[in-house]
């Protein structure tokens, strides 16, 4: 059975920060890109940050560029993200998500797993 589970969200304060971890069991993560995604309350899932297979390459989504950082460590089957500098637009849930196949990281609809998500909330 394959689980991604969230962990590390929170209530924090703008200019804080938070590191967000997905633990992946059941799949064999080296075989996969890992990405992050997030979804505020009345709007679509967008992407957030995504890491190739060995870590070597990342991307980002503009809004989080310079303040956010991920990493994955497949020994440990865990990805994480460090974000600093939070926003109040920062609020979403976040999800954790894993892609097997080769087309756009930044695409929701290649991905194959997700985690159920950890709310992130930004007070100002």
């Known amino acids: 059975q394959v689980q991604l589970t969230e962990s590390g969200g929170g209530l924090v304060q703008a200019g804080g920060s938070l590191r967000l971890s997905c633990a992946v069991s059941?799949?064999?993560?080296?075989?996969?890109?890992m990405a992050w995604f997030r979804q505020a309350p009345g709007k679509e899932r967008e992407f957030v940050a995504g890491?190739?297979?060995?870590?070597?390459?990342?991307y980002y989504g503009d809004s989080v560029k310079g303040r956010f950082t991920i990493s994955r460590d497949n020994a440990k089957h865990l990805v994480a993200l460090q974000m600093n500098s939070l926003k109040p637009e920062d609020t979403a849930v976040y999800y954790c998500?894993?892609?097997?196949?080769?087309?756009?990281?930044?695409?929701?609809?290649?991905?194959?797993?997700w985690g159920q998500g950890t709310q992130v909330t930004v007070s100002s």
């Open positions: 998500g894993a892609t097997s196949g080769y087309g756009h990281i930044m695409s929701m609809s290649g991905y194959n797993y």
């Open positions: 059941g799949i064999t993560i080296k075989n996969y890109r």
């Open positions: 890491v190739e297979w060995s870590g070597t390459y990342t």
